[in-house]
């Protein structure tokens, strides 16, 4: 992922491990994420593309002010940031990595908190539907909140996984 160098030490261990689950990289070095673990929560992918949240970190519990399981992550963004977080959820989807996004965080009252979020395709049962690990990586500190709870996250940047070509296909020319 082309500046991946610029990313949090923490964001970049998990995107180690994203891409070993995926089987394009070597496992990374025991211990490179452990301390993440409260910064991750899982979402699902339903059918009518709702992206309910299943599992919340107790940091991030924290920040957002309540345990956000069920929660609908969407409500996050707004309409227009929604669509580019839905084709960034896509192109994970379709390369099997993880991609992410860098946001701006707000309280209700206007305080700011620059992050990144990974995401991550999971291989789950297909009962289970299509379900995603993600981690909020705050960057700068939650002091910037004033104690607040963060409402909405704005999109500042998209970082998708590389595209890979599908398989099976090839490309045929024909000359008349």
């Known amino acids: 992922m082309l ?3 610029t990313f949090h030490p923490d964001t970049r261990a998990l995107l180690a491990y994203g891409r070993a689950l ?8 025991k211990g490179g994420a452990d301390q993440v673990l409260e910064r991750l929560f899982v979402l699902e992918r339903t059918s009518d593309g ?3 949240i299943r599992t919340f970190g107790t940091e991030l519990i924290d ?4 345990d956000m399981r069920e929660h609908d992550f ?3 963004f707004l309409p227009a940031d929604l669509a580019l977080v839905n ?3 896509d192109a994970c989807t379709d390369a099997g990595e993880p991609g992410i996004l860098r946001v701006i965080a707000e309280t209700a009252c206007g305080k700011m908190l620059g992050a990144e979020i990974l995401i991550t395709p999971l291989k789950v049962d297909h009962q289970l539907g299509h379900r995603f690990l993600g981690m909020f990586q705050m960057l700068g500190g939650e002091n910037f909140l004033g104690g607040r709870p963060i409402q909405r996250l704005r999109l500042g940047s998209l970082h998708p996984p590389a ?5 099976g296909m090839r490309l045929v020319v024909v000359n008349d």
């Not at 995926?22 to 070095?29: N, R, V």
């Not at 920040?63 to 309540?66: D, K």
């Not at 595209?163 to 398989?167: G, M, T």
Request: hydrophobic share 40%; proline share 10%.
């Open 22 to 29: 995926a089987g394009t990289a070597e496992a990374p070095k």
């Open 163 to 167: 595209a890979k070509a599908p398989k």
């Open 50 to 52: 709702r992206l309910p």
């Open 3 to 5: 500046g991946e160098e």
């Open 63 to 66: 920040v957002f002010g309540r």
């Open 87 to 89: 084709a960034l959820i």
């Open 74 to 76: 969407r409500r996050f």
